[in-house]
């Protein structure tokens, strides 16, 4: 079925962009001109309460390649992405990729874990990083490097692809069934998860000892960390209550400050969820059908429009805890990927968009801002940007100059072109053939078990085996 929405990349000119969201009536905040670098506030330093002064606004937010070592350390492709990442000029690295704090908790075979045994890898590709960095950037005084810890609950696949071994924490009517978990026999008990808090705070002891600058203790995505969040049936300590359902975190902060005094904490936050989607007539997503009402498995929403006041009993709870850095997503890339990370063209395990992907977009941009005007003491750092490609720039300047975030995060793009924020704030010509056009192959190719990349725009990609077998793959596809 073909969408009524304009792709971006037929909007050739910055008026052309503007008249689009003005016919559309997407309220998307948007410079029409670029400053020059002296006066581009993307280029403005960013300085922390202990006093670190982070160089520009760029961050790069966490992405998973699926394609570390069997036991849990980098392979070459992870250790090549690393290095671009330093090689973007982004002063800011949200916690590189997710890194799983035990075996068990792998959201794929291939995910990193931080053990002892992977220790000196993974101090070998913060070098990395580093030293990509420095050569291309000078310094690295002012680069904040974080790693970011979790446990991937539901979405757990630690020792095949083809297999699912979850753990949940609480028997979820409609997630439960979409995939195929019993939660009798996954469900967590209040030891395990007590053994897992220890978990985190031996994987942040040992990212200190590496020299990470902080932590992300992962609370976005459907992920672990997120479901407690909505924890509402579960009894005991660890569900019911705000109280209960932030222990968790809570009790994995106390035990870094004692364990590892001057490491930074932050946490990445799905601020809002909604009911799980589905392919619905015409192959676009419709919401799961559900008799429930008040739907209360949505954090931060009633599971169709967010509000704001659980989100913001959980900003609260980080100004308490001295939590400065935290990072605003949206959903689960599992059961609500428009929403996450809006693109035109869908994973293959998805659906076709339901709105324009402009207005998911326009949804991130405000949701943020609407959270930093509340904790003007945070350190925000904002995402969903990729679809906006060309324009990627005149916005984020935007939201920088007003105030709407503290730091542009990027994903995906920085997997097709990792120079970008080099390039803007260079006021360098971009090279628009590696802007990402979300065609989802960096997602789908994971959801059929192969590694992660930007395989239509990647010349390393392009010329692997596996861009053919996923060529075959998009082929057969029902979306």
């Known amino acids: 079925m073909a969408l009524k929405y304009k792709r971006v990349a037929s909007l050739k000119t910055p008026e052309d962009f503007q008249a689009y969201l003005d016919a559309h009536a997407i309220d998307l905040p948007f410079d029409m001109a670029l400053s020059a670098p002296a006066d581009n506030p993307l280029a403005q330093g960013y300085r922390l309460k202990d006093g670190f002064k982070i160089g520009n606004r760029f961050a790069v937010l966490p992405m998973e390649g699926w394609d570390g070592t069997p036991d849990g350390k980098p392979s070459d492709e992870t250790r090549r992405r690393w290095q671009r990442f330093g090689e973007s000029g982004a002063k800011f690295i949200w916690g590189g990729e997710a890194v799983a704090v035990r075996f068990d908790g792998r959201a794929n075979p291939n995910q990193l874990i931080m053990s002892e045994a992977t220790m000196s890898s993974i101090a070998d590709l913060q070098k990395m990083l580093l030293d990509a960095h420095q050569e291309r950037h000078e310094q690295t005084d002012d680069l904040l490097l974080g790693l970011q810890l979790t446990h991937s609950g539901r979405f757990c696949k630690p020792s095949s692809f083809a297999r699912s071994e979850p753990r949940t924490l609480y028997a979820h009517p409609l997630l439960d ?8 026999d996954h469900l967590m008990n209040d030891d395990t998860i007590k053994q897992l808090i220890d978990d985190f705070i031996i994987a942040a002891k040992r990212a200190s000892r590496l020299g990470f600058h902080f932590v992300d203790v992962k609370h976005c995505h459907g992920y672990l960390g997120h479901e407690f969040l909505t924890a509402i049936d579960r009894p005991g300590p660890f569900g019911g209550s705000f109280e209960n359902r932030t222990r968790f975190l809570r009790d994995v902060v106390a035990g870094v400050r004692a364990e590892a005094p001057g490491l930074k904490v932050g946490v990445r936050l799905s601020a809002f969820d909604l009911i799980p989607y589905t392919m619905g007539p015409g192959k676009i997503g419709v919401p799961e059908a559900t008799d429930i009402e008040d739907y209360p498995y949505a954090f931060g929403s009633d599971g169709a429009q967010f509000s704001l006041d659980e989100p913001r009993a959980f900003l609260k709870l980080l100004e308490e805890l001295d939590i400065e850095l935290v990072c605003i997503t949206i959903g689960s890339p599992y059961y609500t990927p428009h929403t996450t990370r809006p693109a035109f063209f869908p994973p293959s395990d998805g659906y076709l968009p339901p709105e324009d992907p402009l207005v998911g977009v326009a949804r991130h941009i405000q949701l943020t801002a609407a959270l930093k005007a509340d904790f003007p003491n945070l350190c925000f750092v904002g995402s969903g940007y990729s679809y906006l490609q060309e324009y990627l720039p005149h916005v984020a300047q935007h939201v920088i100059r007003t105030d709407r975030t503290d730091f542009v995060g990027l994903g995906r793009m920085v997997l097709s072109y990792p120079e970008l924020p080099a390039d803007i ?31 239509p725009l990647d010349a390393f990609y392009k010329q692997k085996a596996e861009a053919k077998t996923l060529k075959e793959i998009k082929k057969n596809s029902p979306v």
């Open 177 to 184: 069934k979409k995939f195929k978990v019993r939660p009798e």
């Open 425 to 455: 704030l260079s006021a360098r010509p971009f090279a628009r053939k590696l802007f990402c056009r979300t065609f989802s192959d960096c997602t789908t190719a994971p959801r059929n078990g192969l590694i992660s990349g930007c395989y």
